[in-house]
């Protein structure tokens, strides 16, 4: 399996405070993914960086933030968590646009 | 939302039959990945389809991606009880930037 590392793996908070999550690589990868997984929805796309400080939105963005400051490093931020954002959140990465991605082990968040 | 339908959305078989999943794009794609989860696991990549009329093989399994480059299928014969899983497929949307989209994805079952 390729070296990507999600942490926390599990997370129960409060409705309104802030979260983030954090995935780690150690491939050298240029693109990471965020993406939330929920019955009926399949993997949809939160946000993704295509280099250090590049980031873009994905189909359902709203809520979370971004950042990428190193290349191994890419944390997801929900300022004021919801329990909408109950879901399981997988980081991908990938060494280039639109090839195979290689999933972290994903993080389970109960917003309550 | 999503430009991708894949069905069923559910299949349960019975051992040693034969399973097929559909993903349908409204647009053409460059090409088109497989991806499987098994449950409580992360997806994994199985395959990517470049080509119009390509098809590739994986021992049971038979990936097509059709002539217009508009969809796919994956085919297993034979089913084992350990081909249990969620098959995605996956491609780079035309709204989706450096980004892959996901379908919904095709849950099998398969009983002994």
């Known amino acids: 399996d390729a070296g990507i590392t999600q942490s926390p793996r599990h997370k129960v908070t409060e409705t309104g405070t802030p979260v983030t999550l954090r995935c780690h690589q150690t491939?050298?990868?240029?693109?990471m993914y965020w993406y939330r997984q929920d019955p009926g929805h399949g993997l949809r796309l939160i946000h993704y960086s295509y280099g250090v400080k590049d980031t873009d939105k994905g189909e359902v963005s709203d809520g979370y933030s971004v950042s990428r400051s190193k290349t191994e490093d890419f944390l997801l931020t929900l300022e004021s968590a919801t329990s909408s954002q109950t879901s399981v959140y997988f980081c991908?990465?990938?060494?280039?646009?639109?090839?195979?991605?290689?999933f972290g082990s994903g993080t389970q968040l109960s917003v309550l | 939302g999503q430009q991708v339908m894949q069905i069923p959305q559910y299949q349960h078989v019975q051992e040693g039959e034969d399973f097929t999943t559909y993903c349908n794009s409204s647009?053409?794609?460059?090409?088109i990945q497989w991806y499987k989860q098994r449950p409580g696991g992360h997806p994994v990549f199985l395959i990517q389809?470049?080509?119009?009329?390509e098809v590739k093989k994986q021992k049971r399994l038979t990936f097509q991606f059709g002539e217009a480059k508009k969809n796919s299928s994956l085919h297993i014969t034979a089913t084992q009880t350990t081909d249990v899983g969620t098959y995605f497929c996956a491609g780079p949307w035309s709204n989706s930037g450096y980004a892959l989209n996901f379908g919904k994805g095709t849950s099998l079952l398969v009983t002994p």
């Open positions: 991908a990465i990938s060494p280039r646009e639109w090839e195979k991605l290689f």
């Open positions: 647009t053409t794609l460059s090409n």
């Open positions: 491939e050298n990868h240029r693109y």
């Open positions: 389809l470049v080509k119009s009329g």
